[in-house]
């Protein structure tokens, strides 16, 4: 039986891979036992009972987890950035997809900063408990290697994400499309001082949104513009069948985070046919070779690339980055 330990998953980006994950795996008839974060307690209901425990998330909980269920299972595979607490006589994966911890911006709150140091502090004390490291891109394997050692080999390239169905729409003419939650990295302020600017300017454009009100703020600074007017949609979370219906009609996908791990976003966008115009990053050129970048921490460099995006017809974005979701299940098998 092989362990899915999902512990700290139960949000964001991590939490969609993660049901993704879980439908595959249950998809293939995996003998699997799983190990959820308790804040997902009214999720994956499907699963029997006796297949999956719900733990509230901390070192201690899962380290007695592991303790007294050492010789149940024959595979792990960690989905929660951090390996076991304990050294296993059987193989182990951990899936590493929290680039904060390699390259922590620095216009991030000090506490986040702190938490980011303190979490990537105990996944360096803990890997000597993995067999195997699994990253979502070769950028963020060259980050990991230059700050960890481990014997390359062991670093494994698997990115995933559930495909969208897309519908067959008319690209509504300069429309903008950015999914991703609100965390401060993602970056909308600069993206709404952009936007305002350009509309404000050019009178064109708009822009698709995703910030549900748990980031409370930023959802209440998106009303605020709406209400003076700008042609924004906020769709706060949005389900898949919503997703790809909005990126089938959108022109561009516009992507300012100053961070990724996959980048699940831009992938959905090209593959639901939009040109993306993003941060001159090493995540984003490692997905796709974008139809226009711009410097994510300027406001003007993103309002320009706005203008210039409305104004003239841009390069097909050329997806690099695919699906390896079957390579995975058979590592668990």
Known sequence: ??????????????????????KE???????????????????FQFIPTHRKIYLRASLIKRHQFYKKNLNLFTKVFCFGNLPPTIKLNIPVFTYFHNRLFLKIPQN????????LKLKFFIFKLLIKNTDYIILQSNVIKEEFLKLINIDSSK??????????KYSNSIKVKHSFIYVSSGIEY??????LDAFTMVYDFTKKGSLILTIDDSYIDLYNEIKLLIDRGY???????AKKELLAREYSKAEFAIYPSLTESLGLGV???????????????PYLHAICQPSLVFDPLSVDSIKNSIIF???????????????EVNKIISLLK
């Open 1 to 22: 039986m092989v362990l899915i330990d999902a512990l700290y998953i139960n949000n964001g980006g991590g939490k969609i891979l993660l049901d993704y994950l879980v």
């Open 25 to 43: 795996i249950e998809g293939k008839n995996i003998n699997a036992y799983y190990l959820f974060d308790l804040r997902c307690i009214n999720d």
């Open 108 to 115: 991030l709150k000090f506490k986040t900063q702190v938490f």
């Open 155 to 164: 670093v494994l390239v698997l990115p995933f994400y559930e495909p969208i």
């Open 186 to 191: 993602k970056n909308h302020k600069r993206l």
């Open 231 to 237: 042609p924004i949609i906020n769709l706060g979370f």
């Open 267 to 281: 992938v959905e966008a090209i593959e639901g046919g939009c040109d993306v115009i993003g941060a001159d990053l």
């Open 309 to 323: 995006a409305i104004n003239h017809i841009l390069p097909n974005t050329e997806q690099k980055l695919f699906n």
